[in-house]
């Protein structure tokens, strides 16, 4: 006897394999991603040379650049999840190497605590 083709439907709906990548993972292969990505682009420079070489920190890839020259990146997609606002942080190049990030992090990119928003503040006046 032959099965209805809804009942097949069902049936091939139910035996499809699934595909499913735990949050914590997700970040990780996100994260190598975004290294994978950073290390084609700095392989395709060419040119010449540059005093600070371009580099991934491990969230961000800094394309190279000339003493004195800012470089300024949009926050990292992959912590957009995290933060609040759509800014961006820069290094500068400077005779002794990449100067650290600015501005700070968490000013640039804001933070949400999604705990936070399940918080009541209140008032004394």
């Known amino acids: 006897a032959l099965l209805p083709p809804a009942l097949l439907t069902c049936c091939g709906w139910l035996l499809a394999p699934v595909n499913s990548v735990h949050p914590e993972c997700r970040f990780h292969l996100e994260i190598q991603e975004e ?12 040119g010449k040379y540059k005093a600070c070489t371009g580099v991934w920190d491990n969230i961000t890839c800094w394309r190279p650049a000339d003493i004195g020259e800012t470089v300024t990146v949009p926050c ?3 912590f957009s999840n995290f933060y609040s606002k759509p ?6 190049c400077t005779s ?3 100067s650290e990030m600015f501005p700070d992090f968490v000013d ?9 928003d399940n918080k009541i503040t209140f008032y004394v006046l």
């Open 96 to 98: 002794h190497g990449w």
């Open 76 to 78: 990292p997609k992959v």
């Open 108 to 116: 640039a990119c804001g933070y949400r605590d999604a705990e936070d």
């Open 87 to 92: 800014g961006n942080i820069s290094k500068n």
């Open 35 to 46: 290294e994978t990505k950073c290390t084609e682009l700095l392989r395709t420079q060419t």
